[in-house]
């Protein structure tokens, strides 16, 4: 049976490339780049959409950017997304939720950090109970400015991402994400982000900890981690870091 397509709304490389060619009905290509392309196509996100920036996010989604065009679509569960989207600010008592859900998800995996406050805290930066800059407990591979960004940046940091896909499924390195540095009349988050050198290990060692034992019945709060054997030695370290450099002696 014949099937009319003459008013098509949709165009298929592959398909129309096997239709003009009598007689062939099989494409061939290596298994690598299918799977490449399958990757980087079918963006799954999890969203954690927290504040304004959640509202462009969920615009995107509408009819007008349609995210589901390029195969993102949104899931309610960790365990079957592979990127995601920290939208919106995120305080200190969520970030452990934020991590576990994070270690919740499957490799490989991708986080993008979209908009100014869950780049860098923002307005909220130097207040106590808000995290300056997820990057301080997740790995960012993506980010998306603005205040907020609007669903056209996060389909262009989302395309940044596939370009980022691509790269690590032909073998490049999976390198940390190019951060603007940050100016000189700003200070500095009192956390070293995850590709400071001279973060502590200790750190990393009590988010993971911390975020691990949500959920079951023996959540750790800040005075048990303050006050054990790595929570000591993350305190000596840090404080070492924030001491001001000693000036040098003068040579007579």
């Known amino acids: 049976m014949a099937v009319k397509e003459d008013d098509r709304a949709f165009t298929h490389p592959l398909y129309d490339f096997m239709a003009r060619m009598p007689g062939l009905d099989v494409a061939t ?5 299918l799977l490449t392309w399958g990757a980087s196509n079918a963006l799954w996100i999890f969203p954690m959409a927290t504040s304004c920036c959640g509202i462009e996010f969920m615009a995107a989604a509408a009819s007008r950017v349609d995210l589901d065009r390029m195969g993102t679509i949104v899931r309610g569960t960790p365990r079957q997304s592979d990127v995601m989207v920290v939208a919106g600010t995120i305080t200190v008592k969520m970030a452990p939720r934020v991590k576990k859900l994070w270690d919740q998800m499957p490799e490989p995996k991708w986080c993008l950090a979209m908009g100014s406050c869950a780049i860098s805290g923002d307005f909220y930066r130097d207040i106590y109970s808000v995290v300056p800059g997820i990057d301080t407990f997740l790995p960012v591979d993506v980010y998306v400015p603005g205040c907020p960004p609007n669903p056209e940046e996060l389909m262009h940091g989302l395309l940044r991402l596939q370009e980022k896909i691509r790269a690590f499924r032909a073998g490049k ?3 940390a994400a ?3 540095p940050t100016p000189e009349h ?3 988050p009192s956390l070293p982000r995850l590709d400071d050198p001279t973060r502590p290990d200790e750190l990393s060692l009590l988010q993971t900890q911390s975020a691990g034992s949500l959920g079951h019945g023996t959540e750790m709060n800040l005075i048990e981690l303050r006050r054990s ?4 030695a993350l305190a000596a370290k840090l404080a070492a870091l924030r001491a001001p450099a000693e000036p040098a002696e003068k040579k007579e």
């Open 29 to 33: 290509t290596s298994v690598d780049k």
């Open 173 to 175: 390195p999976r390198g």
């Open 178 to 180: 190019e951060r603007p």
């Open 186 to 188: 700003m200070r500095r």
């Open 229 to 232: 054997k790595a929570g000591e």
